[in-house]
C-alpha cells in the first residue's frame, strides 16, 4: 500500500546525510543542494553560527507549500573557533594541526521547513582526537579525506584511527544526528516508520 505523504525534499548536497537518512529508510523525493554564503559573521560563536546555516540552507531551498525540506550544517569547533571545510591541504594540514591531542566540539544542526513552519535541533559532541605524528598526518593528507568536511577530518574514515572517544552522537559528527532527525520528521508530519515493509 502506497500512503499519502507529503515530498520530502533533502536540502543538502552531502552524500553522507542522504546516507544517514537511508539508514531511516528514507529516501528523499528531490536532492537540493542549496547555495548560501557559508562566511561567519564577524565574532560569531559556533553554536549560533551553525544554527544559522542549517536555518538558512533549509530556507534557501525551492519548495512546495507541503513539501517538508530537510537541511543541516555540520561545524568544528575548537573554542570559540569556527574550523570549517578546508580550502586545500595546506589548510587541512593546519586544521589537523590545531586539533591534534587536544578535545574539540563537533555541533550538527539540523533544520526542518514545511510552508512557513520550521523545527530545529542542534546537538554538540565533544570528540577527543589523539597527538598525531607526521606520519599520520602525511598519510591523511595524502588519502585526500579531508576534503569538503568540517574541521578537514572525517570520523567514519581513516581518521576514526585518530579517534579514541567521543562523548555525544556519532551519527551527528557524520553529519545528520538520527534522532533528532526522526523526531523532527514525525513532527513535521512525515510517516516515518509507516511505511517500512
Ligand atoms: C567532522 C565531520 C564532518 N563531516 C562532513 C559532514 C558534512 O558533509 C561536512 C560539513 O559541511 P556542511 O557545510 O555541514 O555540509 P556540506 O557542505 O557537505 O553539504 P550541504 O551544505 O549541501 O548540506 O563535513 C564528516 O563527514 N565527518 C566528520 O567526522
Known sequence: MTLARPRLILGSGSPRRRELLAQLGVVA???????????????????????????????????????????ADTTVALGRRILGKPEN??????????????RHKVITAIALRRGDKTWQRDVVTQVAMKALSNE???????????????GGYGIQGLAGAFIPWINGSFTAVVGLPLAETANLLLAAGYPLYKDIP
Open 29 to 71: 523525493d528531490a536532492v537540493r543542494p542549496p547555495e548560501i554564503d557559508e562566511d561567519p559573521r564577524p565574532g560569531e560563536l559556533p553554536r549560533p553560527y551553525c544554527v544559522r546555516l542549517a536555518l538558512e540552507k533549509a530556507q534557501a531551498v525551492q519548495a512546495e507549500t507541503d513539501d517538508i525540506v530537510l537541511s
Open 89 to 102: 591541504a595546506g589548510e587541512a594540514a593546519q586544521f589537523l594541526t590545531m586539533l591534534s591531542g587536544r
Open 136 to 150: 599520520e598526518l602525511n598519510a591523511y593528507l595524502a588519502s585526500g579525506d579531508w576534503q569538503g568536511k568540517a
